[in-house]
């Protein structure tokens, strides 16, 4: 079974852009997480989907947003980027709440 | 508000040496915990989990965790380590049913061969 798939790998931004990113969860997987990974702060819950619906949402400005289709595929949205955006944002998926989160290899967001 | 303390930032070890790593939770309800793991230059992966019934629970790679309600952790354990062990160590919690988990900060772990 293929494991989650983030793309892209590596992003460079500039201050006050818009970025998408993508993750593609394992087949049959219906919950989507996302998580910022980031040296000072950890690893923080932005927001999970499940049959696209936001169930849960971090504590996070509403510059981050995101959504779930139909093939549970996900994107995530960060607008107006600011230079502290910068970070290993990580996608993760699971067969429903409450189950093991199966984490994708991350996409490493630089603003500059 | 939930959260997830881990008070070893750094340990060093070498390689046979017996290792246990402190976590600590904050949610006074049912919660499910979990040990992830984060190679370097791998994605995190799932060690082990507990959800419910034995309150010791074993993992892959011959990890085992134990869960202590009354003092409110789930420190990792493995009696013997080993040079590839060297990874970050997170630990997690979240409400029972809830997909949000609350990470703590992560273990470096570094096994001297």
């Known amino acids: 079974k293929a494991g989650v798939t983030q793309t892209p790998r590596y992003l460079i931004k500039t201050r006050g852009q818009q970025v998408t990113l993508s993750c593609s969860p394992i087949?049959?997987?219906?919950?989507v997480s996302w998580y910022q990974q980031t040296p000072g702060q950890g690893l923080q819950f932005l927001f999970e989907?499940?049959?696209?619906?936001?169930?849960n949402k971090g504590n996070f400005p509403g510059r981050f947003s995101g959504r779930q289709f139909s093939n549970s595929r996900s994107e995530m949205n960060v607008s107006t980027l600011e230079l502290g955006d910068s970070a290993l944002y990580l996608c993760?998926?699971?067969?429903?709440?409450?189950?093991?989160?199966?984490f994708g290899n991350g996409t490493r967001l630089t603003v500059t | 508000a939930q959260s997830v303390s881990q008070h070893n930032h750094h340990v060093i070890l070498s390689e046979a040496a017996s290792l246990e790593l402190g976590c600590n939770y904050s949610?006074?309800?049912?919660?499910?915990l979990f040990w992830y793991v984060q190679y370097p230059g791998q994605h995190l992966q799932l060690l082990l989990k507990?959800?419910?019934?034995?309150?010791l629970v074993k993992g892959i790679k011959g990890f085992e965790a134990e869960f202590i309600k009354s003092k409110f952790s789930f420190n990792l354990r493995k009696p013997s380590v080993q040079w590839s062990d060297t990874a970050e160590y997170f630990c997690?919690?979240?409400?029972?049913?809830?997909?949000?988990?609350?990470f703590g900060t992560g273990t470096r772990l570094t096994v001297i061969p």
């Open positions: 993760a998926s699971s067969l429903q709440g409450g189950s093991p989160l199966h």
């Open positions: 087949s049959g997987h219906r919950s």
């Open positions: 989907y499940f049959s696209e619906t936001q169930r």
């Open positions: 949610y006074g309800g049912t919660v499910n």
């Open positions: 507990y959800f419910s019934g034995d309150p």
């Open positions: 997690a919690s979240d409400q029972t049913g809830a997909n949000n988990l609350f």
